[in-house]
């Protein structure tokens, strides 16, 4: 069954120092979206990419935080300069299409800040 | 107002037992989707139903239903015959198309734990 694939599944990095997060769609799929848990909390959307671009971004994605679908396959999420509160689970999904359709989650990537 | 209400922090039950997970959500839309999802303690999300809101039956999907009650606004997710590997965070979420807008908005969750 295809999957969404994310690595590193944990990555642990000094405050201020950039981190890529990157993350395989399943391939069919044309909707792309990064979230985000800290520990004990509720998934947050972070942001939408449809079509090479951002549809929709939170007010959580700000400045330091980017996007970027390189080659077809791959979807990164940049944090330029990583703070001790971007510490979380960072979820990748992707869909197929539709509005009535489910995203389907990587496995996470567990980013620790220090 | 939170948009999805999830008012069980943890539920217990019997291994075989069948278990209700409340689910209320808010909006003025009247085209949304509503979605479960699971996450074990190794931290995926993983889909488990899903219910539109023109949907006239509710979903179904093996021993998960979703007792969707329109009028009050409540998604319930019923596991039926628990097994312990049902134990694990669950997520009520819901999508709102109308607003131009495909995001997921979660509640806060409801951890269960199975007990043989």
């Known amino acids: 069954e295809p999957e969404v694939t994310q690595t590193p599944s944990h990555q642990v990095t000094q405050m201020g120092q950039e981190v890529i997060l990157r993350c395989v769609p399943i391939s069919n799929h044309l909707y792309f979206y990064w979230y985000r848990q800290i520990l004990g909390q509720k998934v947050e959307f972070l942001v939408s990419f449809y079509n090479n671009e951002i549809s929709e971004k939170s007010e959580i994605f700000d400045d330091q935080f980017s996007v970027e679908r390189p080659d077809g396959s791959n979807f990164t999420l940049k944090i330029r300069s990583t703070k001790l509160e971007d510490s979380a689970m960072y979820f990748c999904?992707?869909?197929?299409?539709?509005?009535?359709?489910?995203?389907?989650f990587g496995q996470g990537t567990r980013l620790t800040v220090v | 107002a939170q948009k999805i209400t999830q008012t069980q922090p943890g539920m217990f039950v019997q291994e075989k037992e069948a278990v209700t997970l409340d689910c209320t959500y808010d909006?003025?839309?009247?085209?949304?989707?509503l979605f479960w999802y699971k996450q074990p303690s190794s931290g995926e999300m993983i889909f488990l139903i899903y219910?539109?809101?023109?949907?006239?039956q509710n979903a179904t999907e093996g021993r998960y239903s979703l007792n969707f009650q329109k009028a009050r606004k409540s998604a319930n997710l019923v596991i039926s015959a628990s097994q312990l590997g049902d134990s694990a965070m669950y997520f009520c979420a819901m999508r709102e198309p109308s607003y131009n807008t495909d995001k997921l908005i979660f509640g806060t969750g409801t951890r269960l734990q199975v007990f043989p």
């Open positions: 219910q539109g809101s023109y949907d006239e």
């Open positions: 999904a992707s869909k197929a299409g539709g509005m009535n359709t489910e995203a389907f």
């Open positions: 909006t003025s839309d009247q085209s949304y989707g």
